[in-house]
């Protein structure tokens, strides 16, 4: 199979200190670390394995300025033959809709197969990118796919739905899916291993190169725009408990037994 | 000028969030409300029985290629719909089928998107949009521009009750579903019962990613014997394969209302915390006091747990007497 997988670098929001910058609409992620976006692993794993199932290829594809090259680093460590990063001065601040544009230009027209994205980003969180995606290249798809199986010129896929359900659905290839986390178990890539893959390119590509002008991607071209971001709005703030752990723990089993009423 | 809410049904059954739907869509004010029941044949007429107040009209839609659910199919059957009526705003929920069809709409009508929205308003002709972003730890205020269609799916819950809006006219409407979508609905499946069920628990020792590694959740084991507790956990857990599906709190696994809900090392993501909410005493301990754990729970640690919690299992033990 010829496989495709999209990938984007987030900033770790578990430990990032976030603070919204001057202009409101921007966000400083300070020195929290950039790592590959968590659906994201899923889905490169997931396009390895078809890959080594089928002795097919990988190219994997990202959107985003050079200090995200990272993202793909990792995607040639475990297993993609080629790598694409498509930046121009005029993609900062795009929406979703754009992004699938840029990819769409950049995909050309490679025959693959298979498509994958993961189902969503940790930062901004649409889960638009992969069937907006699919939608431009005018083939089906499935979003929240937590199991994956090829069956003679096609894919069948089960969607994760609420409480315990899910959803079997058969899609015609070519086809893009958007995987959901726990699908596989990414493989651990060794900083040796990414050392290793910076020896091999990583293809740049401009707008012009993939035949896009600056109208239809960018701000100009998602029809979605960041006002504002803001601290959340108040929700029910915690009481803290404070002191060393054993003073804590004897507030904890008051609060059991007069909140609980357990103990 | 209407707004339309896609009704949200599941083998036959109503799902809660239409009732958010349809009282989003008429705080609006984008004009009347029409809820589109999308159905295989024969059954919508339960769905439309059972429809929530709100709506002043109800479009329904039956069809062999809407049976269970295809998003490619109700995205084709709404796109050729609104072409025809051209509804301000196309609701749905923020839920698995609306990350299906909502986009694949979007994509169909060359319409503006926007999903996740836990509110929405409508403002000089064009929708504007709060999300929660960053795990939760930011809210972003979004655009979108001005369209003759605009697609939004709304995070669940959080709506006000919809004021009736009257008995509401049923019509039936003609639809086709084009061949060649590529996409074919075959099943449901639903997860086998474990041997444990955690929904039943007066009291659960949860764990999140904040645990560290599947050895250490030996510590909330201990703790939940201590107790007599349960131990559950969010999402990551599951997926870094340290426990069984079947203990997962969250959107995707089990929604539980217990006594005592002991959170650590949970950040608090939507999914989870949707789950957990109404659980009578919230207790969390979470090494960063940013976590959106805290803004749900009813008391917040903020410490490293692997230091809070042997203290607290020493604490129950001597409370017990079984120390």
């Not at chain 1, 693959?112 to 995606?133: E, H, S």
């Not at chain 1, 596989?184 to 060794?190: H, T």
Request: charged share 25%.
């Amino acid at each position: 199979m010829n496989l495709a997988v999209f990938v984007k670098q987030v900033p770790d929001t578990a430990e990032a200190d976030l603070v919204v910058a001057a202009d409101g609409r921007s966000v400083r992620t300070g020195d929290a670390p950039l790592q590959l976006n968590e659906w994201d692993r899923f889905a490169l794993e997931e396009a390895v394995l078809w890959k080594e199932r089928t002795g097919g290829a990988l190219t994997a594809f990202l959107v985003g300025p050079e200090e995200h090259e990272d993202a793909l680093r990792r995607c040639l460590a475990v297993g993609a033959d080629r790598a694409v990063r498509v930046w121009d001065p005029a993609l900062p601040g795009q929406g979703p809709c754009a992004v699938a544009r840029v990819l769409r230009a950049a995909v050309g027209d490679e025959p693959y197969d298979l498509f994958l994205c993961g189902a969503q980003a940790a930062d901004d969180g649409f889960g638009l990118v992969g069937p907006l995606l699919a939608g431009e290249l005018g083939i089906p798809s499935a979003t929240l796919v937590n199991r994956l199986e090829l069956q003679d010129g096609r894919v069948r896929c089960t969607r994760e739905l609420e409480a315990g359900w899910g959803e079997v659905v058969d899609l015609d290839l070519p086809a893009l899916v958007t995987i959901q986390t726990g699908i596989n178990e990414p493989r651990y890539v060794s900083i040796l291993g990414i050392r290793k893959a910076r020896k091999k390119p990583i293809d740049l590509l401009g707008l012009g190169d993939v035949g896009l002008d600056d109208r239809r991607v960018g701000e100009a071209g998602s029809r979605l725009r960041v006002e504002a971001f803001a601290p959340p709005p108040a929700g029910r703030e915690a009481e803290f408990l404070e002191g060393p752990p054993d003073a804590v723990a004897r507030q904890v089993v008051d609060l059991l037994r007069e909140k609980g009423g357990v103990l | 000028m209407s707004v339309w809410t896609v009704v949200e049904h599941r083998a036959g059954a109503m799902r809660d969030v239409t009732a958010d739907l349809l009282a989003r869509a008429g705080g609006l004010d984008a004009g009347p409300v029409t809820a589109v029941v999308l159905a295989g044949p024969g059954e919508a007429d339960g769905l439309v029985s059972g429809l929530p107040p709100g709506a002043h009209r109800v479009a329904v839609a039956e069809h062999p290629d809407l049976a269970g659910f295809n998003g490619a199919a109700w995205a084709a059957v709404l796109a050729a719909l609104a072409r025809r009526e051209v509804p301000a705003v196309i609701l749905g929920a923020h839920s698995a089928a609306g990350a299906d069809w909502a986009p694949a709409l979007a994509a169909l009508l060359d319409a503006p998107v926007v999903t996740d929205a836990v509110d929405l308003a409508w403002e000089d002709g064009a929708l504007t949009a709060q999300r929660s972003v960053y795990g939760g730890k930011l809210h972003a205020r979004v655009r979108l521009a001005p369209a003759s269609t605009t697609v939004a799916t709304v995070r669940p819950g959080g709506a006000d009750a919809p004021l009736p809006a009257g008995t509401a006219a049923v019509d039936r409407v003609e639809v086709q579903v084009p061949s060649g979508l590529g996409k074919r609905f075959v099943e449901w499946v639903q997860e086998a019962a474990g041997s444990v069920d955690i929904a039943q628990a007066d009291v659960l020792v949860s764990v999140g990613r904040g645990i560290g590694d599947a050895e250490s959740v030996e510590v909330a084991e201990a703790l939940a014997e201590a107790l007599g507790a349960t131990v559950s956990c969010s999402r990551p857990v599951v997926d870094l394969g340290w426990l069984p599906k079947e203990r997962q709190v969250g959107v995707s696994g089990k929604t539980v209302k217990p006594k005592v809900y002991l959170a650590l090392g949970i950040s608090g993501a939507f999914q989870h915390v949707t789950a957990m909410k109404d659980a009578g005493c919230i207790i969390a301990v979470n090494k960063d006091p940013k976590a959106p754990i805290f803004r749900t729970a009813h008391y917040g640690i903020v410490g490293d747990l692997f230091k809070v919690v042997p203290a607290l299992i020493k604490a129950v033990r001597e409370a017990r007497g079984t120390a």
